[in-house]
């Protein structure tokens, strides 16, 4: 069983900076993409960012110069620095990661966290 727990959710005005942080634990044997996703009201989820295991970064035009995506392997934790906040990036953010466990080494699955809100006011 693995589980994806999010953090760094909350309240801001247009213009500033939120870090989400998300930490991955379990029966985890490796861990390959990780990414956050994003759902507004009354829209489907859509990807945010995206990471490799080695680091290569893929982001949605929407927020491409605004977020960075990291990771730091050791904590099996992926990281969403958000600055320049707009309202329209307001929504659940949703941590994303493929695991294999040690049950299934070759086979990885994906894993959804919880969810954190992030608003941002005008």
């Known amino acids: 069983q693995v589980q994806l727990v999010e953090s760094g959710g909350g309240l801001v005005q247009a213009g500033g900076s939120l870090r989400l942080s998300c930490a991955a634990s379990?029966?985890?044997?490796?861990?390959?993409?990780m990414g956050w996703y994003r759902q507004a009201p009354g829209k489907q989820r859509e990807l945010g960012a995206v990471?490799?295991?080695?680091?290569?970064?893929n982001y949605a035009d929407s927020v491409k110069g605004r977020f960075t995506i990291s990771r730091d392997n050791a904590k099996n934790t992926v990281y969403l620095q958000m600055n320049s906040l707009k309202p329209e990036d307001t929504a659940v953010y949703y941590c994303?990661?493929?695991?294999?466990?040690?049950?299934?080494?070759?086979?990885?699955?994906?894993?959804w966290g919880q969810g954190t809100q992030v608003t941002v006011s005008s």
């Open positions: 994303n990661a493929h695991v294999s466990t040690g049950r299934t080494p070759l086979i990885a699955y994906e894993y």
């Open positions: 379990g029966s985890i044997f490796s861990i390959n993409d």
């Open positions: 990471i490799t295991t080695g680091g290569r970064t």
